[in-house]
């Protein structure tokens, strides 16, 4: 018997209403280690050497959220941080979302490129805005995120993070309903 069908026969005797949900809620952690490992070892751009990004929060979270890229402030010697960790944006979404009665680990977090873009100009190094290819190499890991969530609604911060699904600037659809592969979404 192939693992397939030993993991089908357990399926079958377990008979839930729908399978493709139960199997999808049991393999959603493992999934999620894999994502991980994933952005851990992506050695595609140039700057996969500087501090990079791991997922954070729930993965049975009904809402993803989605960041633009490592911050300047969370550039280290670690080499390692989650989305918006240690930072004033993350402090300030927090308090908005509990004062709307949300505890922000009941979010699914991942950065839009994930790895921390910066350039050296006479000896010193800057953070910059990641280049399409960057931003692009690190899509993937969106898709695959949106995947193992599979979310009723995201949460896009900033236009690099919102430029993956619409090429418009935040400020002409902020507050607006999007649409981002078929689950409603909001950019901010």
Do not use: W
């Not at 399409?132 to 599979?150: M, R």
């Amino acid at each position: 018997m192939t693992n397939e069908e030993e993991i089908l026969a357990i399926v079958k005797k377990a008979d839930p209403s729908n399978p493709v949900e139960y199997t999808r809620n049991i393999v959603k952690g493992f999934a999620r280690e894999k994502l991980d490992k994933y952005i851990l070892a992506c050695k595609d751009c140039p700057i996969s050497n500087s501090t990079k990004t791991l997922t954070y929060g729930s993965v049975n979270a009904s809402v993803l959220i989605i960041s633009d890229f490592v911050l300047a402030e969370q550039n280290n010697d670690q080499k390692l941080t989650y989305p918006l960790s240690g930072t004033e944006a993350y402090n300030i979404l927090e308090k908005t979302l509990k004062f709307y009665g949300f505890n922000i680990d009941e979010f699914f977090f991942i950065n839009a490129v994930n790895c921390c873009p910066t350039t050296n100009i006479s000896g010193t190094t800057f953070t910059r805005i990641p280049n399409l290819k960057e931003k692009n190499n690190c899509k993937i890991f969106l898709d695959y995120a949106i995947e193992i969530i599979n979310p009723v609604f995201i949460i896009v911060l900033g236009n690099i993070a919102l430029n993956n699904y619409i090429e418009t600037p935040v400020s002409n659809i902020h507050g607006k309903l999007i649409n981002i592969k078929g689950i409603p979404a909001i950019a901010t």
